[in-house]
């Protein structure tokens, strides 16, 4: 599987909520501050994330 944030396959990844992240990214996102200049990218990319997975919970029987 390739990352969500970096596209690269064959890395360790990580998986939230059914989407792959490698750990690189994952630790980057985990530590990047509020005022960094890729947060907003950042946000976005959890909130398509989060809103996949209720999107798919909700179509669940």
């Excluded at 992240?21 to 960094?36: G, L, N, Q």
Aim: aromatic share 10%; glycine share 4%; charged share 30%.
């Amino acid at each position: 599987m390739s990352c969500k944030f970096c596209n690269e396959k064959g890395k360790n990844t990580v998986d939230l909520l059914g989407i792959s992240i490698c750990e690189d990214c994952f630790e980057h996102i985990a530590t990047t501050s509020v005022f960094a200049d890729n947060y907003e990218y950042n946000k976005e990319v959890i909130k398509s994330i989060l809103k996949k997975y209720i999107e798919e919970k909700d179509m669940a029987p």
